[in-house]
């Protein structure tokens, strides 16, 4: 191999650049909420995608217009979040509403966007399995490449610094998965 | 991206129809591609297109990246006969100038450095480090990784670089991505992506480009199949230069090589379902056109169609429906 193309090829592994590999809040547009979002949706309607999966601990009322605005441009899709239901916050009023208020609040949301036919479904399963990381990844086939996890829950994405990181590994993904599958077992669908 | 350029360059690429006869330049082995400009320009009218892209850095500019491209005019070609200057943003600046002379660039690679006076009147000093040069050519190859002004044309490029790997004192890994903004900038208005290419950082290229476009197209009609080839020579530089193209199958199990010869269109009848094709031409020993790739055999579209606009949870959303279409080739097999 020549000087340049090992030149390429060493300093191509170490760049490894990736738009949607990320501190939101180091990003230098202005309006960085309004640029990951645009980032996060073109990459996910650049592909088919039927189905989409969010888990975070803290999934709240409040997450639903977010993933909604995200992820309800393109018709037909159907979106499963799990969640332990620990938010304790429902449009910042207070700090004591006890899981069965948020799982009301998010059922009302849910009824409504269905009533709009924003999603094909949008399911919200509460496990009794404990959730740390946060995920977002479509398990459809041929969308290997739509697998993040993230560093904060999704409202507190653009308020403090955290990360979204792209999962490469094929082995990871596939663990991603199984723990999804392992998380809606051990719950119920609110 | 980098289409944008060879965009540009399709639109330049008009043959020469003012009636005289284009002047014909010899094929030869010289040891530079800098030094070879001057033994075609008093024979042909060339410009040495060339682009600095700089950081402010202590009263001077670093070169961040440069390259020429050596290009023969045609009638629709227009120049820029100075130097102009451009702040992209924050200390990224980027010079331009089509120089009727290598010998500024010759100096520039020798010294390192080199003066330049732009159209507002400014002086800039801009300096490059290197401690190694290669040549080597590139092919027509849709799958290949490398950094290509053109899209179309075959092109002996030189480079010049330095052996380490990091580029005003920060790993080059890591330099653009501490300049992503500037860098997107660049990309923007001028087609370069060294956020795609980080290799090419603290390096500066020559490109010459043969100016010869090759097509070649599979037919099929009345059970039979066969393959076209059609050849522009842009400037009737390489009369009688021999081709070889060679076809084969998806299993490589049934292959065909003919040799027409580059003056003439050329149609072969093909007994098999083709679906790899490389063309190489030579002018006498010398390679001046290379390409290979696979005959499209579908396309695939996605569509997403606007539907409406929807207000939920405070968040308003375009709504588009989406649309996959497959286009498929025939196939005899």
Redesign the interface.
């Given at each position: 191999m020549?000087?340049?193309d090992k030149?390429?090829r060493?300093?191509?592994e170490?760049?490894?650049?990736d738009p949607l590999t990320t501190i939101p809040m180091l990003e230098?547009d202005n309006d960085v909420l309004n640029s990951i979002k645009l980032r996060i949706r073109k990459e996910f309607?650049?592909?088919?995608v039927k189905n989409i999966v969010v888990i975070d601990p803290y999934f709240g009322?409040?997450d639903?217009?977010?993933i909604?605005?995200v992820f309800?441009?393109?018709?037909?899709r159907t979106i499963t979040v799990v969640t332990n239901l620990e938010s304790v916050e429902i449009d910042d009023e207070s700090d004591d509403q006890s899981k069965e208020d948020i799982a009301n609040k998010m059922r009302t949301?849910v009824a409504?966007?269905k009533g709009?036919q924003?999603f094909n479904d949008f399911l919200i399963f509460k496990t009794n399995a404990g959730i740390h990381d946060r995920m977002l990844f479509s398990p459809d086939i041929g969308c290997s490449s739509l697998f993040f996890v993230v560093g904060a829950s999704y409202n507190m994405l653009f308020k403090k610094y955290s990360y979204i990181v792209r999962v490469t590994n094929a082995s990871m993904r596939y663990k991603m998965i199984q723990l999804f599958e392992l998380y809606k077992k051990q719950g119920y669908q609110i | 991206m980098r289409n944008r350029l060879r965009d540009y360059t399709l639109y330049l690429m008009k043959r020469n129809d003012n009636g005289k006869k284009p002047i014909k330049r010899a094929a030869k082995n010289v040891p530079s591609l800098l030094t070879r400009g001057k033994a075609v320009k008093e024979s042909a009218r060339s410009v040495y297109r060339t682009i600095f892209v700089c950081l402010k850095d202590r009263g001077g500019f670093k070169l961040v990246y440069g390259h020429t491209i050596e290009w023969r005019m045609g009638p629709l070609d227009y120049e820029v006969k100075i130097w102009r200057k451009h702040n992209v943003d924050a200390d990224m600046f980027v010079f331009f100038c089509d120089l009727t002379s290598i010998d500024v660039l010759s100096a520039f690679i020798d010294k390192g450095e080199t003066e330049i006076t732009c159209s507002d009147g400014t002086k800039s000093t801009v300096s490059f480090r290197h401690d190694?040069n290669?040549k080597?050519t590139l092919g027509i190859n849709s799958l290949s990784?490398?950094y290509n002004p053109f899209m179309s044309y075959f092109t002996e490029v030189e480079?010049w670089?330095s052996?380490g790997?990091d580029f005003l004192g920060v790993?080059?890994?890591e330099f653009?991505?501490l300049h992503?903004?500037e860098l997107e900038l660049v990309e923007r208005s001028y087609g370069i992506s060294l956020?795609?290419?980080?290799?090419l950082?603290g390096t500066f290229a020559s490109f010459l480009p043969t100016r010869l476009r090759a097509d070649i197209s599979r037919h099929e009609a009345s059970g039979k199949s066969w393959i076209e080839f059609r050849c522009v020579d842009e400037f009737d530089e390489y009369g009688n230069a021999s081709v070889e193209i060679y076809v084969k199958n998806k299993n490589g199990d049934n292959n065909i090589t003919v040799k027409p010869r580059l003056a003439s269109d050329y149609n072969f009848l093909i007994p098999f379902d083709p679906d790899f094709c490389r063309v190489e031409i030579r002018y006498g020993n010398k390679p001046i056109y290379r390409s290979e790739g696979y005959f499209i055999r579908g396309i695939a579209l996605?569509l997403?169609v606007q539907?409406s606009k929807?207000s939920?949870?405070?968040?308003?959303?375009?709504?588009?429906?989406?649309h996959?279409i497959m286009i498929k080739a025939k196939t005899h097999e």
């Open positions: 020549n000087e340049w030149r390429r060493e300093i191509g170490d760049a490894d650049f230098f309607d650049s592909k088919i009322p409040a639903i217009g977010l909604t605005s309800g441009s393109v018709l037909s949301l409504e966007l709009k924003v | 190694t290669e080597s990784q490398e480079r670089f052996t790997r790993p080059i890994s653009h991505l992503k903004k956020n795609e290419h980080p290799h950082i996605t997403n539907e929807l939920i949870a405070g968040e308003t959303v375009d709504r588009t429906s989406q996959e």
